[in-house]
């Protein structure tokens, strides 16, 4: 069997259906999958049991198929929770305590697009550094003969279980009525947060695109995107409404959308939900990554918190959350990940959290991130194509030898009065700028600065 390589990622597996990825690859990686972790583990693959979810792709029925069919034939036993979110397969690994997890999804690809998720016990996440090379070369070498088999199925509906874990990080109690526009972008968010939402009757939610709909028919899951979320933010400006929030496509990611239709940025998001869960429970670490804006920081140590910086991407973050004990980590790119959920990265939680947290203060979301809005300036990631990535980075240092520079994900320049991070795509031939200033009119020049050297 051929197999494109590249579609192991730095994260996941994936790649447009069938041509990159059909069921054959899906039976080998399953198999390969279940020889990882008895290896891992020293183990026979036979005492293994493995979680199984999958999203609502019009592939993802018969991918997960095979992929279950893959485990099986090397001896693992399978638990299939049917369709769900992302984050309700890694709880199920966690909770369960599984020995591992495949969740079927291509998160906010198109609609062309599958993949996979796995992860390991306590739902830790394989990468490229860690798993995602070696189950790729399992995949290649190929299999000479059928597998032992053996391995049993079960299937179990976790929702409501799921449901009332989840309930249980927020005083829903002290919510009050709040007008909500929800954009479920035809993924899962819909049957795995509307029925939460529901049980809290203060709160009125309008919702849009919130059947699932593997050919979304409006917009593509993505809401990073500024033309996909074009909807929700003239939703939000035409009802009235005080409060926006879009999921992608797997429902492990939200977006907020303030009272007047502006969208808020991921680490100011991180900042706010930090604030909140140190209410709660003082003196905790808080996670943030080296692009996010200085509101953070201040925001966590005014709070009474530690906050500790760490690389970009799930898999780093989980695991330095494991290795301190940090309550609470915040991605720029939305991803928000929880201690007391298993460390596992969560669109349900961020959604409760900011209802309570409205209610609680008694400011609208715009009141709350308008403090920042007026203090930090942040250019958002910007990406310029480059071939010889290593050569503009080491022209940075150069350049900016005055500064503080780092280097724990990428390069990292910090001045008193600004600071910037460059980083390379994992992916694509990309360098990614993220600056920020303590005035528009620096942030700006400090940016065109930047890029006239990236771009050069």
Same mark, same amino acid.
């Given at each position: 069997?051929?197999?494109?390589?590249?579609?192991?990622?730095? /994260?996941?597996?994936?790649?447009?259906?069938?041509?990159?990825?059909?069921?054959?690859?899906?039976?080998?990686?399953?198999?390969?999958?279940?020889?990882?972790?008895?290896?891992?583990?020293?183990?026979?693959?036979?005492?293994?049991?493995?979680?199984?979810?999958?999203?609502?792709?019009?592939?993802?029925?018969?991918?997960?198929?095979?992929?279950?069919?893959?485990?099986?034939?090397?001896?693992?036993?399978?638990?299939?929770?049917?369709?769900?979110?992302?984050?309700?397969? /890694?709880?199920?690994?966690?909770?369960?305590?599984?020995?591992?997890?495949?969740?079927?999804?291509?998160?906010?690809?198109?609609?062309?697009?599958?993949?996979?998720?796995?992860?390991?016990?306590?739902?830790?996440?394989?990468?490229?550094?860690?798993?995602?090379?070696?189950?790729?070369?399992?995949?290649?070498?190929?299999?000479?003969?059928?597998?032992?088999?053996?391995?049993?199925?079960?299937?179990?509906?976790?929702?409501?279980?799921?449901?009332?874990?989840?309930?249980?990080?927020?005083?829903?109690?002290?919510?009050?009525?709040?007008?909500?526009? #929800?954009?479920?972008?035809?993924?899962?968010?819909?049957?795995?947060?509307?029925?939460?939402?529901?049980?809290?009757?203060?709160?009125?939610?309008?919702?849009?695109?919130?059947?699932?709909?593997?050919?979304?028919?409006?917009?593509?899951?993505?809401?990073?995107?500024?033309?996909?979320?074009?909807?929700?933010?003239?939703?939000?400006?035409?009802?009235?409404?005080?409060?926006?929030?879009?999921?992608?496509?797997?429902?492990?990611?939200?977006?907020?959308?303030?009272?007047?239709?502006?969208?808020?940025?991921?680490?100011?998001?991180?900042?706010?939900?930090?604030?909140?869960?140190?209410?709660?429970?003082?003196?905790?670490?808080?996670? /943030?990554?080296?692009?996010?804006?200085?509101?953070?920081?201040?925001?966590?140590?005014?709070?009474?918190?530690?906050?500790?910086?760490?690389?970009?991407?799930?898999?780093?973050?989980?695991?330095?959350?494991?290795?301190?004990?940090?309550?609470?980590? #915040?991605?720029?790119?939305?991803?928000?990940?929880?201690?007391?959920?298993?460390?596992?990265?969560?669109?349900?939680?961020?959604?409760?959290?900011?209802?309570?947290?409205?209610?609680?203060?008694?400011?609208?979301? #715009?009141?709350?991130?308008?403090?920042?809005?007026?203090?930090?300036?942040?250019?958002?990631?910007?990406?310029?194509?480059?071939?010889?990535?290593?050569?503009?980075?080491?022209?940075?240092?150069?350049?900016?030898?005055?500064?503080?520079?780092?280097?724990?994900?990428?390069?990292?320049?910090?001045?008193?009065?600004?600071?910037?991070?460059?980083?390379?795509?994992?992916?694509?031939?990309?360098?990614?700028?993220?600056?920020?200033?303590?005035?528009?009119?620096?942030?700006?020049?400090?940016?065109?600065?930047?890029?006239?050297?990236?771009?050069?």
């Amino acid at each position: 069997m051929s197999v494109d390589q590249s579609i192991f990622k730095a /994260y996941d597996v994936r790649g447009t259906y069938p041509d990159q990825m059909n069921e054959d690859v899906a039976f080998a990686i399953g198999r390969s999958f279940a020889r990882y972790l008895a290896e891992l583990y020293e183990v026979s693959a036979s005492e293994l049991k493995v979680g199984l979810g999958r999203d609502m792709r019009l592939s993802a029925p018969a991918m997960a198929a095979r992929y279950r069919d893959g485990l099986i034939e090397e001896g693992a036993s399978v638990l299939d929770v049917g369709m769900v979110g992302t984050e309700m397969l /890694y709880w199920t690994v966690n909770h369960r305590a599984l020995d591992g997890g495949i969740m079927v999804t291509a998160s906010h690809n198109p609609a062309a697009y599958t993949g996979a998720k796995m992860v390991k016990r306590k739902a830790l996440p394989l990468s490229g550094d860690s798993g995602i090379a070696e189950i790729r070369d399992l995949v290649l070498a190929g299999f000479d003969a059928p597998g032992p088999g053996g391995g049993e199925i079960a299937t179990d509906d976790i929702s409501a279980e799921f449901e009332t874990h989840a309930l249980g990080f927020v005083d829903y109690e002290a919510i009050q009525h709040i007008k909500v526009v #929800g954009d479920g972008g035809n993924g899962m968010a819909g049957p795995m947060i509307g029925p939460i939402i529901e049980r809290i009757s203060p709160v009125e939610m309008e919702t849009f695109y919130w059947t699932p709909n593997g050919e979304f028919p409006d917009h593509e899951p993505n809401p990073l995107l500024e033309e996909n979320r074009r909807f929700i933010i003239d939703k939000v400006k035409s009802t009235g409404a005080q409060l926006g929030i879009a999921w992608d496509g797997d429902a492990d990611r939200c977006f907020f959308i303030d009272e007047n239709g502006e969208f808020v940025d991921g680490d100011f998001l991180t900042a706010l939900l930090a604030e909140s869960i140190l209410q709660k429970h003082p003196g905790q670490t808080i996670l /943030y990554d080296v692009r996010a804006s200085r509101a953070v920081a201040d925001t966590v140590t005014a709070a009474g918190g530690t906050p500790m910086i760490n690389r970009v991407g799930h898999a780093f973050f989980k695991a330095r959350m494991h290795e301190t004990g940090a309550i609470f980590g #915040g991605e720029v790119s939305g991803h928000y990940y929880f201690r007391d959920f298993g460390c596992i990265d969560s669109g349900t939680l961020p959604a409760l959290l900011m209802l309570e947290l409205i209610s609680k203060r008694g400011q609208s979301l #715009g009141e709350m991130v308008g403090e920042f809005r007026s203090k930090y300036f942040i250019t958002g990631e910007i990406n310029s194509t480059v071939d010889d990535q290593q050569a503009v980075i080491d022209e940075i240092e150069r350049r900016y030898a005055d500064g503080e520079i780092t280097k724990l994900d990428g390069i990292s320049v910090d001045y008193p009065d600004w600071h910037f991070n460059v980083r390379s795509s994992n992916t694509e031939p990309l360098l990614r700028l993220n600056l920020e200033a303590f005035s528009q009119a620096e942030m700006e020049a400090k940016r065109d600065e930047l890029l006239a050297l990236i771009r050069a």
